[in-house]
């Protein structure tokens, strides 16, 4: 059993529409008056507010907000869960688990969506019915599941469109795979990722570069709202939030392409094999080059690798991540010579030892591999890389034999 989200497309009438936006706004406000009851409990008498409590205030908060009770109220509910996860969350990062911030409080600008449990929602043949809110179609429903769903988060993007996010337990199937086969990933700009497996077959995945595509389109609808956007104390104009909308439909569009390119890859790769080897790089730290973060956003690095890391469970894999300071495309993958003067603007390169002519990448998926089989052979995990990582293999041996040393 896995929980799995499955995200569809709901069409809500005008009607409906307004209704779901109203529920998510109310659910925003009572989102920051519990932050900012917990906080004033904190700072003034030092103490812990939990979201029981903040639930008890509902009933007054609607007195003094008779609004409030226009949605349905296991939305307001869920909105002080969320909270209280929030702060879970945070302090869980301060003792070193997982990485989250202290919560703040949401604006207009937010992400516009809330969650509901229980009866307050139900899943029909082709609809969802939402509490106060009525039967809203979806675009496909032989995407609905069958199983038991225990919430539904409904949220609308930048381009206007409404989603429901339908949380379930469900079984997946594993795929059928031959043997204990292997394949080593090199992410790049270039090509979103180039693959070289077990069977001496290297695959090339092209990038679909989904913002350089789209990005003279972007900047002149960027261009109108800057143009239109309202001063200080005025109210935006009809011409601004038209402007707004379309630039909204090409972020949705960019965000759109990136993310089908990158599921159908990972979801390729969890079925073909069963061993997955990637490196472990610094996203964080290739941002801060001007010249390349653009392009490192585009690639989207980080969710290639979360995805692996979700599906390779589903499906019973293996994924090992390679230490990023083994030095993968500077080694060559024949002789284990190391190229300390490669550059990055070298796509190929001559090994001064073996006299064998690489492609950069290709290379370093070849390396990545052995270094994961390194690893799966010790049963350890991938360390930096030793000083003698660049010193040639012994004639005759194995490959791996110097990635090995540098990463296992």
Not at 241 to 269: M, Q
Not at 316 to 337: N, Q, Y
Request: hydrophobic share 40%; net charge positive; glycine share 6%.
């Amino acid at each position: 059993m896995a929980r799995r989200a499955v995200k569809v497309r709901v069409y809500p009438t005008p009607e409906q529409e307004a209704v779901l936006a109203r529920t998510a706004g109310v659910c925003r406000f009572v989102f920051n008056l519990g932050l900012g009851v917990k906080k004033d409990a904190w700072i003034e008498d030092q103490l812990s507010v939990s979201a029981y409590d903040l639930m008890a205030m509902l009933p007054m908060w609607k007195e003094e907000f008779p609004w409030l009770g226009e949605v349905s109220s296991v939305a307001l509910q869920q909105a002080l869960r969320n909270l209280d996860r929030a702060y879970v969350n945070f302090f869980r990062a301060c003792k070193g688990e997982g990485r989250a911030r202290f919560p703040r409080f949401k604006t207009r600008n937010s992400r516009v969506s809330f969650r509901l449990v229980g009866a307050a929602f139900k899943v029909g043949a082709d609809a969802v019915q939402i509490q106060k809110v009525g039967w809203v179609k979806v675009a496909n429903p032989e995407y609905l599941p069958s199983n038991r769903v225990s919430s539904v988060t409904i949220s609308r993007d930048s381009a206007g469109r409404w989603h429901a996010s339908l949380l379930v337990d469900d079984v997946v199937e594993w795929p059928t795979t031959s043997g204990q086969k292997a394949v080593g990933v090199d992410l790049g700009v270039k090509t979103l990722a180039v693959c070289h497996d077990t069977d001496s077959e290297t695959v090339e995945i092209a990038n679909p570069k989904s913002f350089a595509l789209h990005a003279s389109r972007l900047k002149r609808y960027q261009r109108q709202m800057a143009r239109r956007k309202p001063q200080p104390g005025q109210k935006a104009s009809n011409n601004y939030k038209k402007a707004k909308v379309k630039a909204g439909k090409v972020h949705a569009r960019i965000a759109d392409s990136r993310r089908d390119a990158i599921h159908k890859t990972t979801t390729r790769l969890a079925q073909e094999y069963d061993v997955i080897c990637i490196e472990d790089l610094a996203v964080s730290g290739m941002m801060r080059s001007k010249r390349m973060s653009r392009s490192i956003a585009d690639a989207s690095f980080g969710e290639f690798r979360r995805q692996l890391e979700y599906k390779t469970q589903w499906f019973g894999k293996h994924l090992i991540v390679i230490d990023r300071f083994a030095p993968t495309s500077k080694t060559c993958s024949d002789c284990g010579e190391r190229n300390g003067a490669l550059a990055l603007s070298d796509r190929e390169w001559t090994c001064t030892h073996c006299g064998t002519l690489h492609d950069r990448d290709i290379n370093a998926a070849k390396n990545i591999l052995a270094a994961g089989l390194a690893v799966t052979a010790c049963g350890g995990n991938a360390r930096p890389a030793s000083s003698d990582a660049g010193s040639p293999s012994e004639p005759g041996s194995s490959p791996s034999r110097a990635l090995a040393r540098s990463a296992a």
